[in-house]
């Protein structure tokens, strides 16, 4: 009086109600599809030629800034990128004149975001 074993039992002969079994068997009837399209290479992002990144302390209160400067960019752009910027570092900041500074001390991992937005020359100091 123990369970019975399904062990014993054989598995039902082919898929049980597959609508689309007897499809299979016509797929080499089906027309060939148009080729692929050739890949191509993005084009490079066009930013600004270089940006200079730093790290500031003096006249904050021994805050640790950020600075990247000589972007070359109007103040609307500017607002743009340090939208980006603060999303991918994860951090504050603000646009001053015509820098953006981000807090804390940000210069390790700046430069590859920078370089993937566009900008050819990354000078950290």
Sequence with gaps: MGKRDKKDEAPPPGPFNNPF???SAQREALPVGPPPP???QKPEPKGPAR???RMERKGRGGKE???VEQLGLPAAQL?????ALKGGLGCG?????DALVLQGDQRE???ALLEARGVRKVIVG
């Design 65 to 67: 800034v950020t600075v």
């Design 38 to 40: 050739p890949s191509r």
């Design 79 to 83: 607002d743009t990128w340090l939208k």
């Design 93 to 97: 900041g603000v646009v001053e004149e």
């Design 109 to 111: 991992r700046l430069p």
């Design 21 to 23: 079994a007897a499809l």
């Design 51 to 53: 940006a200079v990144v």
